[in-house]
């Protein structure tokens, strides 16, 4: 509203004075409006377009010129191996000092750190702004994680109660004799929770040996849920065995003030450590060593049913100091088990390794393969994919913009590099390699590494197997127009089945390959329950042609730069052998789609003869995407 000094110089009739105020509420509205669009492109909406990703606080742009890059020589902070790093280097993890007050709760995700960007007033039309969404969701998985903020006058209790609050059971179960059995040496890390150390084992089979001691504080365990963190993590390593790129877990104890997680010691460092070392990024080839640890690991934690959540540079170590040495996932603090259909809602992980889909808070292993992109685009060029100043700006580039593969060193990257991270970083989950998949690809396929099975050959086979006569011919009609490329990965996934030798596959096959796999993660995972899905193989089998069609994945296939060519090669196969007449009707109750759709689904046939026409083929195909409602909310 104008000042009174300003309405008392304006004419006073009644005309005029309705005039002003219809214009004083037009500019209200105006402004309204400006708000509201300013929220919903905070609200994290996503465009099929490149954005320029800027701070609504006046922060600086995301900007296309490897902004994010690593640079050796830049001011730097002590990483957790004792190395240093830049001063805006690659994660939002642990290392990062709090610009938050003491005592305070930071407004991020556990396992999300401040970036190193100084806080900057919120402020919008001279009202304070608050942080957009998902940073809201972000706040709220914190606070339910640590709990309030602990009081910054008077005593603590050490128990994590409050006046009227019933006390919290921090006794976990685990040995209690850690200072009888280990002797601890220096600290070699520091997190979010704890703290590691290595220690020296005084008893037992591994005496003498030298361990990494992770010690997390029961004082620090305020809420059910950081207590219910702590036992998952001791639990999905103590499932977890049996693969080389894994770090070996031992015991865990406890004592009135501490839990220990005793594991395997690694002298080598942090893979962030090395990619310093090397300049800020790896060659082709010595980062195709890299990748191939990473996904073999992956694949082998989403077979069992773990979703890791965490993936990046700092939670990736060297066994030994030695340039070939192997490297070993660690940090399981916030994984979790899920199970083949189940979607998970709680937003968690590192800012910029953080897939759209956990923003959305729903997702799955996808989730993992995102956060590898990420680190694969880091090792090729040594420069962020996705960067801004502030957390909330980050989401925004993660959510909205494209990585740059047009500024140098992109240029001089192979193809099939490219390509490689461009179908790892998919925003459309659905579209995104597996983790076993990556690894036939054309890029990776001349180091010529053990593949492992598919965990999500399984997801397809079931659902082929509930699929309509119509879904099974249209699938059918692809599988006869796959590349090379997906063939190759097809024929490695149906030899891991070990088929007879007339190669067929039955339930048994299925069942065979799962259980030779298995650890007692997948128990835990209940991955094995997917094998009830299948028994309709108990009464038939399944030629290799036919594992094609069901094994196929048309989103895999969208991905593809020559899927046009593919599904018109597809269609004329369904043309020969599956095109048949079908109504509207039919095809929106095959589609379970409700009346309201039948008129956008008169385009999908030919009025000539009532057959799909390649239009038709190809939305059928990749079918009408309705948001699930099987969605895990815990935590």
């Known amino acids: 509203m104008p000042p009174l000094f300003m309405l008392l110089l304006l004419p006073s009739s009644a005309a005029s004075l309705t005039a002003l105020v219809e214009t004083v509420e037009s500019q209200r509205r105006r402004r309204n409006r400006g708000w509201r669009k300013r929220r919903a492109r905070a609200m994290g909406q996503c465009y099929g377009k490149n954005v320029s990703v800027s701070e609504d606080d006046g922060a600086a742009q995301t900007s296309a010129n490897g902004a994010g890059e690593i640079v050796p020589g830049m001011p730097a902070r002590k ?17 990062w000092p709090s610009p938050y007050p003491q005592g305070s709760a930071s407004p991020l995700p556990v396992g999300v750190s401040p970036s190193p960007a100084r806080s900057t007033p919120r402020r919008f039309f001279g009202r304070p702004f608050p942080p957009p969404s998902p940073a809201k969701h972000i706040k709220a998985a914190l606070a339910k994680r640590q709990g309030p903020p602990k009081p910054k006058d008077g005593p603590v209790p050490e128990d994590g109660t409050g006046e009227g609050e019933r006390p919290l059971d921090k006794n976990f179960g685990y040995n209690k004799n850690f200072g009888a059995k280990y002797e601890l040496g220096k600290e070699v890390g520091r997190g979010h929770f704890g703290h590691t150390c290595s220690a020296t084992a005084k008893k037992g089979e591994i005496r ?88 073999s690991v992956v694949a082998f934690c989403h077979l069992q049913g773990v979703v890791h959540r965490d993936l990046k ?63 694969t685009y880091i090792l090729l060029c040594g420069c962020r994919p996705f960067w801004a100043r502030t957390e909330s700006g980050i989401f925004r580039s993660v959510l909205r913009a494209d990585p740059n593969f047009v500024d140098s060193p992109w240029p001089d990257v192979s193809p099939e590099a490219k390509d490689f991270v461009k179908r790892l970083l998919n925003k459309d989950f659905r579209k995104r390699m597996t983790a076993a998949q990556a690894l036939t690809h054309p890029w990776l396929r001349d180091l010529q590494q053990k593949i492992p099975l598919d ?64 650890t007692d993660a997948m128990r835990e995972s209940r991955v094995v329950d997917i094998l009830n899905a299948l028994e309709p193989l ?11 069609a069901a094994a196929i994945s048309p989103y895999h296939l969208e991905a593809l730069d020559g899927w046009e060519q593919i599904a018109r090669t597809a269609f004329e196969f369904f043309e020969r052998e599956g095109n048949r007449v079908i109504s509207i009707e039919e095809l929106a109750q095959d589609l379970n789609l409700p009346p ?40």
């Open 208 to 295: 003498g040996q030298l361990v990494a001691v992770k010690i997390i504080s029961k004082a620090k365990m305020t809420t059910p849920v950081s207590i219910e963190d702590v036992r998952r993590e001791v639990k999905i390593l103590k499932a977890l065995s049996g693969h080389k790129n894994l770090v070996k877990f031992y015991e865990a104890c406890e004592d009135t003030l501490n839990v220990y997680i005793v594991m395997e010691l690694c002298e080598g460092g942090e893979l962030l450590e090395r990619i310093l070392s090397r300049g800020g990024r790896y060659t082709e080839e010595d980062a195709k060593a890299i990748v191939v640890q990473i996904l």
């Open 313 to 375: 540079p700092e939670n990736f170590l060297f066994a030994t100091k030695d340039e070939c040495a192997d490297m070993k996932l660690i940090d399981f603090g916030l994984s979790d088990f899920i199970k083949p259909d189940e979607r998970l809602n709680d937003i968690v992980g590192s800012a910029y390794y953080v897939a759209p889909e956990v923003l959305h808070r729903s997702y799955s292993t996808e989730a993992d393969i995102w956060s590898v992109g990420v680190i």
């Open 79 to 95: 990483s957790r191996g004792g190395a240093t790093a830049p001063l805006y280097s690659y994660g939002a993890g642990a290392a």
């Open 596 to 635: 309201t759709a039948y008129s956008m689904l008169k385009d999908w046939i030919r009025p000539e003869d009532g057959k799909l026409n390649v239009l038709g083929y190809t939305r059928y195909l990749h079918g009408v995407t309705i948001r699930s409602s099987n969605t895990r909310h815990h935590r």
């Open 455 to 518: 965990i999500v050959i399984y997801r397809l086979v079931k659902s082929y197997l509930r699929a309509t006569p119509l879904r099974r011919s249209t699938l059918k009609a692809l599988s006869k127009a796959l590349t090379e490329d997906e063939l190759f990965y097809m024929r490695l996934q149906f030899k891991l089945l070990k088929p007879t030798r007339d190669g067929f596959v039955s339930l048994e096959n299925f069942r065979m390959a799962l259980l030779q796999n298995a």
């Open 538 to 548: 108990s009464y038939t089998r399944m030629d290799f042609e036919e594992f094609c």
